[in-house]
């Protein structure tokens, strides 16, 4: 007779067991089958710490005496997210011990409140929302020994750090610069920081640093960059393939760019910084952030051949005003490349309202890049993408028809012309274009770096020429196709919904494809679909027909 214990899903050994639970998603389910019986316990707590997400101090508070109880569960975590809004920060200063013992920590999110958040918006709200974490202590030990027998950290991957520090030291990355020298580090995110050599002491490489570090990926999202900063941490790794340098879009007092032309993004030791990565770079993003604050360029006269040198770069996203738009232009396209995405985050921020402005300014610059600047080859299937960013003018007004939306979009973001240019340019390469828009989905929008609990906006395709025609979802060939028209006119396939003849419209205010799809008239209303007269057949009866039979 077989006991308790010795029936059911304990007759299996621990490694049956531990495959079970590995395919077991909820987080619950998993401390109930732990609070079942020692075994199962200890089977199943690595599980449930391997990944935690901290929102709030009391949260924080009861995690830290947990781990107190138990030394090992430190070595459960891998994935640890602290993301906590400033009314409960309370407590969450209780887990900086423990983030120094956590020795197969792997990837680490680390957000405080910033001026973002909802509760810095007011005009009239001090902003001292400096980090309960002390990151900047963790990251140097880190890397140098310190009163501890081992380095924290040893097993970190990748760090996504969006906090500030006290007082004065809000935007200071200080002894935090250490993560650039970690030896598993492979990832790294910045937000709002200055990203410059304002240490304590220098931040000098030494030779036999000069590609040693792992790091394959680093994101700066409204950072303050210092070239000359960044020229030394990009001589860090030995094959960075993603760097994505996004310059403040959004300053107030304290965080407002310097204007030291030299050490800007408009230096010419910007491409010199890159090129220490050229063998391995493969995508390259820049916005040069607030246009009232960009620096005159120091145009290098190997600026353009400085970034052909970028021989392994395939993708590359640009905002109108990065000054590395400008080698672009001057026959800088690197030879790899199969994406060019151009953006307007930072002129539109000037724009307001005035969306027609903006597009045609848009236009005329991918228009005349197309015409003008192109390569005698592109890599196969290139794609040139041209992206608006989120505008609050449609929060303005409610538009309940989708179709008479989509008319509005291409009336105000597309030159048809124009991109009709641009499509034909590109397809003679073999090559394509794509126009989209950034949207929220819920009508409420935020900026980046987007916070816990803000929604992350969608990004939506308005044209891709691939469908020639068609503009956010309306085909209008008949519109601007003579050729078409004319064509359907010799053919006598012309033809008209019963709707528009009873308008009294004639076929050229139908605008229809001859196909049996909605017309243009009927698209701009809540329409679903045109109605049409049809033979006995089922098939469309032209308009020679139809006037043949009313005679």
């Known amino acids: 007779m077989l006991g308790p214990a010795e029936s059911g899903l304990l007759r299996l050994v621990d490694e049956l067991l531990l495959n079970i639970i590995e395919h077991i998603d909820s987080h619950d389910a998993r401390c109930n089958l732990a609070a079942t019986c020692t075994r199962f316990q200890g089977l199943v707590e690595p599980y449930i710490w391997r990944n935690l997400t901290v929102v709030k101090g009391a949260h924080a508070r009861k995690i830290a005496t947990a781990l107190d109880n138990q030394d090992e569960r430190t070595n459960y975590i891998q994935d640890l997210a602290i993301r906590y809004p400033d009314d409960h920060r309370a407590g969450i200063e209780d887990l900086n011990y423990f983030l120094a013992v956590m020795g197969k920590l792997r990837h680490l ?78 990832n790294i995110t910045l937000s709002c920081v200055n990203f410059d050599v304002s240490l304590r002491g220098p931040f000098d490489i030494s030779e036999g640093e000069r590609k040693s570090t792992p790091l394959q990926s680093l994101t700066l999202i409204e950072c303050n960059v210092s070239v000359t900063f960044l020229d030394l941490v ?36 910007f491409l010199v910084a890159l090129q220490r990565q050229a063998d391995s770079l493969q995508r390259l993003t820049h916005c040069g952030g607030h246009v009232g604050y960009l620096t005159t360029r120091e145009t290098d006269p190997e600026g353009a051949a400085k970034l052909r040198s970028l021989v392994n770069l395939e993708y590359l996203e640009l905002g109108f005003e990065s000054h590395l738009y400008y080698y672009l232009r001057q026959n800088g396209f690197p030879p790899a490349l199969k994406t060019l ?21 848009a236009f005329r610059s991918v228009t005349s890049l197309a015409t003008s600047c192109l390569p005698l080859s592109l890599a196969p299937n290139f794609t040139l993408h041209l992206k608006f960013s989120d505008h609050s003018f449609f929060r303005l007004f409610e538009v309940v028809d989708p179709t008479e939306q989509n008319h509005l979009l291409s009336a105000l973001f597309f030159d048809r012309r124009a991109t009709y240019k641009i499509a034909n340019i590109l397809k003679s390469y073999k090559a394509r274009l794509l126009v989209s828009r ?20 969608v990004e939506e395709l308005m044209y891709n020429s691939e469908d020639f025609w068609r503009f956010n979802g309306i085909n209008y060939r008949m519109m601007d196709d003579e050729d078409f028209r004319d064509g359907l006119k010799r053919g006598k396939k012309l033809f008209i919904c019963i709707r528009c003849r009873q308008m009294g419209l004639g076929v ?16 701009g209303t809540s329409l679903q679909e045109c109605t049409w007269e049809r033979d006995e057949q089922g098939e469309l009866v032209s308009i020679g027909d139809l006037e043949a039979a009313e005679s």
């Open 234 to 269: 990009l001589s860090l790794p030995k094959a960075l393939k993603e760097l994505s340098i996004g310059e403040r879009l959004h300053t107030f007092e304290g965080c407002r760019p310097s204007m030291r032309s030299d050490d800007r993004t408009s230096c010419a030791q």
């Open 109 to 186: 999110h680390i957000e405080s409140p910033c001026p973002n958040n909802a509760e810095w918006q007011r005009a009239d709200m001090f902003f001292d929302g400096y980090s309960r974490i002390d990151y900047t202590n963790l990251l140097a030990s880190a890397v140098y020994p310190g009163l501890r027998d081992h380095l924290a950290l040893p097993m970190l991957q990748s760090l996504t750090l969006h906090a500030h520090g006290a007082g004065t030291q809000k935007f200071t990355l200080g002894r935090a610069a250490a993560m650039f020298r970690h030896p598993t580090l492979r």
């Open 341 to 361: 995405k151009m953006i307007d985050t930072a002129i539109s921020i000037n724009a307001g309202h005035d969306l027609r402005s903006l597009s045609d300014i």
């Open 508 to 523: 050229d205010q139908c605008m229809n494809l001859g196909d049996g799809s909605p017309c243009i008239p009927c698209r």
């Open 438 to 457: 950034e949207t929220f989905p819920s009508g409420k929008s935020f900026i980046p770096p987007y916070m816990h609990g803000e929604e992350i906006p």
